[in-house]
């Protein structure tokens, strides 16, 4: 289960005044050293927290995506047929009547929808089973939630090759480079290509990477972190805050599954309004 991403890590101080003085430190073996050992153990526990995070707000981002392409896909033909069904509905029922307010109702619903010609001759005999239209894509999700698998392998993979673990811009720029890829394969939910990404990261080269140990050097690394973290909130807030992740809570555990549920109200809700046209337009019999 994904849900929304939870508080952002804290990132200690980036003041040479709290992150130094050997008072702040536990007096635990472990913290033990010079204040530059202790403040390079600080930023590599803030580096993990923060890759964390990112791959928690990644893995959600991926999902609002899925969710919202997904959900233009498969529902917003139905939602356009129902526009049109209501319009047509209250053109009969204007038709039938010849009263004023009838026809004013007809103008108010066909001024929802553009106007159109005749279904059929609108879509061109390229209609569905079901009545509706498909929304084309060209590379569309196989879901909203990747399988636990693709999830397993995409986690290995960023935090084995995410860019922040990189302190030469040479690397950096590759492990960001392997990433991007990374990203897509898991977005189309492609375990073979997660597959294949592991294997060539890891036969890849290895690099030996160290953190600097100048204080000058960790301290501008907090602060770093410290702005990467408040990015990152602010992208998970913006995600649960849109209108598709106030619709995937309904449905945490099974986006793909509210999907259907939509998809079904709204073909049933076309097929009423259809009996409904059709009742309307039906010859009066002698």
């Not at 430190?25 to 890759?51: F, H, T, Y």
Request: cysteine-free.
């Amino acid at each position: 289960m994904t849900n929304a991403p939870t508080d952002p890590p804290t990132i200690p101080s980036a003041d040479p005044s709290t992150s130094s003085n050997p008072s702040n430190a536990s007096s635990s073996p472990s913290n033990a050293g010079k204040p530059e050992d202790r403040l390079a153990r600080a930023v590599r526990a803030a580096e993990q927290a923060l890759i964390e995070f990112e791959i928690a707000v990644e893995t959600y981002r991926v999902e609002v995506d899925n969710f919202s392409r997904l959900h233009h896909q498969k529902l917003g033909p139905m939602y356009a047929r129902l526009d049109e069904l209501d319009a047509l509905i209250a053109e009969a029922v204007a038709a039938n009547s010849g009263d004023r307010e009838d026809i004013q109702r007809a103008w108010e619903a066909r001024a929802l929808v553009m106007p159109m010609p005749g279904v059929e001759e609108l879509f061109g005999g390229m209609l569905g089973s079901d009545g509706v239209r498909p929304v084309e894509d060209p590379n569309p999700p196989r879901r909203v939630r990747p399988g636990k698998e693709a999830q397993r392998l995409y986690r290995e993979l960023a935090r084995a090759a995410h860019p922040d673990l990189a302190q030469e811009e040479g690397e950096k720029k590759r492990r960001s480079e392997f990433i991007a890829r990374v990203n897509e394969a898991y977005a189309h939910a492609d375990e073979a290509l997660l597959r294949e990404l592991s294997e060539e990261w890891a036969a890849g080269p290895v690099t030996e990477e160290e953190l600097p140990t100048e204080a000058e050097v960790l301290y501008a690394r907090l602060e770093w972190l410290a702005e990467r973290k408040e990015t990152l909130a602010a992208i998970a807030a913006e995600l649960e805050g849109s209108a598709i992740g106030q619709m995937m809570k309904l449905a945490p555990d099974d986006p793909d599954g509210l999907l259907n549920e939509i998809a079904e109200s709204l073909l049933n809700q076309v097929a009423h309004r259809e009996a409904r046209l059709s009742e309307l337009v039906r010859p009066a019999k002698g």
